[in-house]
């Protein structure tokens, strides 16, 4: 980006302009270019798809009426939010109510600056990528608390509350978890994470060693203990506390919470993908890598997928488990995923006191491993149809 | 050591447990939906996949109405009235209304069991959604229409024994218990 | 898990929080309202306002005809009118010394379970909503609308059933429907079981509901509570068996109670695994009653204008929500003088102010869901 920049520059194409300003207005625009082409209808989509995977698991069809198969429903809810009376209640703090919703949103629309869409595709490959985004996606609690006080409602106030003791607590397994990774890969930025793994599944971190395997697990825990996912949705938990932080919000400020609800959804399944699933690594075939574009194209789509798998997987996690109480919560982590993501750290740091360069047969066969865990997950999965109402359905759309 | 045993054991059960039950929300998705989707996406209106019994918008058949005044008295909630004029000249007695307000009714159906000859019943319509309250009644007598008189040894008048049948038929199949399928055909 | 208040220093103190949970609340079941006081998230006490549901049910009987009442007794308890219907009926026929066919027995046996099996699907449905998986619940809508569909084939409507009446069932059952209910059972045992492997063993779900809101036999006594919520704490109780009524006593059938196998004897898991074995039990009751059924007439034959002697008559059935009784009273005209109906969910309000001292707002849910309280039933 910033070569890009430099480039321009140097070609004339800005004469008598200071620099800097030519840097901040390429980088208004790069957000803009992210926000709008990328993030938006990601998060729409998301929510789209989330409804309609959703209604699949409880045997109903889901939105498909707005456009093809209801794709375009979230630009209808979106235009129906907007078009909405913003209510701000008597009672309610006149600057952090409104204010709240952005400050969610700037926490999660940031973490897309180190977040790589492909090998050369990034905002900024920062040497603290990985500091930067646990540092920035916490800025989201901030905004929670904001609108938990300032509503001035019962329920927002719990909500919020529950929240930041929510997040607060599981900073710290996922940044264990993230710090196995970071032991492993010698370096917190992002792309040089994904550079230090190969495109083969044994190259990946996740399969490294069995501590990076479970930390894998720890982390996608953490984030969606981090994202309000169920079963940690306790700040927004509708059957207890109504709807928790959001309960006094309308029109486009309650927009903006999901818009980072669905698009922080993404950003777990994008920091899984760098740390542990070997990014946008594409195998080195020649006629690949000799054509830059189609390798830059290979690379997003490599990357999105595996990315997508883990917003799917929340989506399905949501759809199957109960919530947990808030001191089951507590206990949850501190009692249980905080030692082990210790376990895991100190257990890398052994493992790579032995084998420094890693051990190829382990990642072998923890690949194995994780292949049969997938194979026996098959066989319950048709166990289940063949259980109970065997009628299939296999068309993904009706 | 137990203690370790309990703890291990905790999350072994949290992992299979959730394990299990992802298995089967997966398996749903490949499992047939059992939404309807009602006003458009069906092979055939809803109308006509429903039972014979079933209790909808209350009918009223005024030709072979014989105007006994039974459905309005055992109505529980009065949402039926009817009128009836004598005309004093040719000593014909004719309805000058015969109104259901279906804002009120609440389908129990106890009118249409005791109408002697099937003229008041359930449809199999459900759909009566109106603008205002006054859409919601039911008016059934336009035009003054004479009162029917069963005549004995059966209806002559093709149209009318079409009509009678069907009224017949309906108390027959819902209206009685011992209609066919009931006495005696049960068992398994 | 409450703990003792921390002592409290002059300058920073704290203060309770009331907070009112209802009477628009996702999980009030209907219009409930509880006025509950909190420190945070710990409960000091719920006391529950009741009323938002009343529609003088009880007043109407005096003004409808014995026949005419039948369909308003449907609208006490929504979710299971079968059984309110029969109540009725059976007080109606105890006062007017009426019998009741053999085969319009039996219609009302197979009737009144598949009416349990809505209703407790209904319960343990929102039981999950409440602690927040949401695909159970529909699964449990999925299998009740079809339940409702073999409903509306038995007697035409999908809620309100009106179908029980004074002498019999208004509609006989014909044996299609009976092959169709047969062929429904074999298709719903499986998904119990799938049910169960998806929300009852899953260990956030265990855990959220073991060992809250215990209630004691003496306690569950001493406030009056009766059907599942009783059986639950371990006593052995159930109306069909021990005070029986239509052909119950000739059918065989299990009545469940909690063990605690879990956590503590009667906790909300306790009750909400009673509902789940009785919903099996429903399924023998209903496979044995639809091979018992005897030919013969549904309905005796009852005079239009019943006008049961003068007296008065108390009659009780086992509804999902527990014993359901009927009061009546008749004066020997066509108008019964007194109806009064005793239900379940208004004796378990009781108990929840007690049981709430001391457990989370996230607890209070699972114990209002445990409890299967229902508003139109409360109120009447």
């Known amino acids: ?398 | 050591m137990k203690a370790l045993a309990a703890y291990v054991g905790n999350i072994f059960e949290t992992v299979t447990t959730i394990f299990e039950g992802m298995s089967i929300t997966l398996s749903h998705l490949v499992r047939r939906p059992m939404t309807v989707q009602y006003p458009d996406r069906i092979d055939k209106p809803v109308q006509e996949t429903l039972p014979l019994r079933y209790r909808g918008i209350l009918e009223v058949d005024m030709d072979i109405c014989t105007g006994c005044l039974a459905c309005e008295r055992v109505c529980p909630i009065t949402c039926i009235t009817i009128g009836i004029d004598m005309n004093k000249e040719t000593k014909q007695r004719s309805f000058s209304h015969f109104d259901i307000d279906i804002c009120k009714c609440m389908y129990c159906g106890l009118c249409a069991e005791i109408c002697p000859t099937g003229s008041i019943r359930h449809s199999q319509e459900f759909e009566g959604a109106s603008y205002n309250p006054a859409g919601l009644v039911r008016h059934f007598v336009t035009k003054p229409v004479s009162l029917y008189k069963p005549k004995k040894g059966g209806e002559t008048d093709p149209t009318m024994a079409k009509k009678a049948e069907i009224g017949q038929k309906y108390l027959d199949e819902f209206a009685t218990p011992e209609g066919p399928g009931g006495a005696g055909a049960g068992e398994g | 898990m409450s703990e003792a208040a921390a002592p409290q220093s002059e300058v920073f103190h704290t203060e309770d929080m009331t907070i009112n949970v209802g009477p628009q609340h996702p999980s009030t079941h209907g219009v409930l309202r509880f006025v509950v006081r909190t420190d945070g998230e710990v409960i000091k006490d719920a006391i529950p306002d009741v009323g938002y549901l009343h529609r003088s049910i009880e007043k109407i009987g005096e003004k409808c005809t014995w026949h005419g009442y039948v369909p308003y007794t449907d609208r006490a308890d929504y979710l299971a009118a079968m059984f309110a219907n029969q109540g009725f009926c059976m007080a109606a026929e105890k006062l007017g010394s009426t019998e009741v066919t053999r085969r319009g027995e039996f219609c009302r046996v197979i009737a009144c379970e598949l009416n349990r099996l809505a209703s407790h699907l209904i319960s343990i449905g929102t039981f999950g909503q409440d602690i927040g998986a949401v695909t159970p619940f529909l699964h449990a809508l999925r299998e009740r609308e079809t339940i409702n569909d073999l409903m509306e084939e038995i007697c035409g409507a999908r809620l309100t059933y009106n179908y029980i009446r004074i002498g019999g069932v208004g509609y006989d059952i014909t044996s299609e429907t009976c092959g169709k209910i047969t062929a429904f059972l074999d298709h719903f045992e499986p998904i119990m079981d799938e049910y169960n492997r998806l929300l009852s063993y899953n260990k956030i779900y265990i855990e959220r509901l073991v060992n809250v809101a215990a209630i004691t036999k003496e306690e569950a006594f001493q406030y009056n509570l009766v059907g599942p919520n009783l059986r639950a704490c371990g006593v052995k109780w159930d109306i069909r068996r021990d005070i029986p009524y239509s052909v119950y006593p000739e059918l065989d059938f299990e009545i469940p109670v909690g063990n605690g196998e879990k956590g503590t004897l009667g906790d909300c898991y306790d009750r909400y695994w009673v509902r789940i074995r009785e919903l099996e039990e429903s399924c023998k009751i209903l496979r044995q009653a639809l091979k018992m059924i005897p030919k013969g007439p549904a309905i005796s034959k009852v005079p239009r204008k019943f006008k049961p002697p003068a007296g008065e008559a108390y009659v009780r059935v086992e509804a999902p929500r527990g014993d359901m009784g009927f009061y009546v009273v008749s004066d020997g005209s066509e108008y019964p003088y007194r109806v009064r109906i005793r239900t379940g969910s208004f004796t378990a309000m009781a108990i929840i102010d007690k049981l709430s001292r001391g457990i989370m707002v996230a607890d209070l849910i699972a114990l209002i869901a445990s409890l299967d309280v229902d508003a139109p039933e409360i109120d009447r």
């Open chain 1, 1 to 398: 980006m910033q070569q890009f920049v430099d480039q321009l520059i140097q070609q004339g194409y800005f004469p008598g302009v200071p620099s800097q300003i030519v840097y901040a207005l390429a980088m208004l625009l790069a957000a803009f270019v992210v926000l709008s082409v990328f993030v938006a209808p990601l998060a729409g989509v998301t929510s789209w798809l989330e409804r309609r995977v959703w209604a699949r698991m409880q045997s109903r069809v889901g939105p498909n009426r707005v456009g093809p198969q209801g794709i375009l429903q979230w630009i209808a809810d979106g235009i129906k939010n907007l078009l909405k009376e913003d209510i701000i209640p008597t009672a309610a703090d006149k600057v952090l109510f409104p204010l709240a919703p952005y400050v969610v949103f700037v926490g999660f629309l940031c973490a897309f600056v180190v977040i790589p869409f492909g090998g050369s595709l990034i905002v900024a490959d920062l040497n603290i990528g990985i500091l930067y985004l646990l540092a920035v996606t916490s800025i989201v609690v901030v905004g929670i608390l904001m609108a938990g006080w300032a509503s001035n409602n019962k329920w927002s106030l719990l909500g919020g509350m529950r929240s930041a003791a929510q997040i607060v607590s599981y900073e710290i397994p996922a940044g264990l978890a993230v710090l196995t990774i970071v032991f492993v890969a010698g370096t917190m930025s992002t792309q040089g994470i994904i550079q230090a793994q190969g495109w083969a599944p044994w190259d990946w971190f996740f399969f490294y060693s069995p501590f990076t395997f479970v930390a894998f697990f720890l982390y996608f825990t953490a984030a969606l203990a981090e994202g309000n996912r169920t079963p940690f949705d306790i700040p927004e938990a509708e059957s207890e506390l109504v709807a928790g932080y959001v309960t006094e919000y309308s029109g486009m400020r309650f927009l903006f919470f999901f818009f980072a609800e669905w698009g922080n959804l993404y950003i777990i399944g994008a920091v899984a993908t760098i740390l542990f699933l070997g990014g946008w690594q594409v195998p080195a075939i020649p006629w690949v890598t000799e054509q830059p574009v189609l390798k830059g194209i290979l690379q997003f789509v490599v990357f999105f997928i595996k990315a997508y798998l883990w917003v799917f997987v929340s989506m399905w996690v949501r759809a199957t488990l109960p919530r947990v109480r808030v001191d089951q919560l507590m206990a949850l982590c501190w009692k249980y995923m905080v030692p082990l993501s210790f376990v895991c750290v100190v257990g890398t740091a052994a493992w790579m006191v032995v084998w420094p360069h890693g051990n190829r047969w382990a990642s072998i066969a923890m690949f194995v491993i994780g292949v049969i865990i997938l194979g026996v997950f098959g066989k319950r999965v048709g166990f289940q149809i063949r259980h109970s109402r065997p009628t299939l359905y296999l068309k993904p759309y009706i």
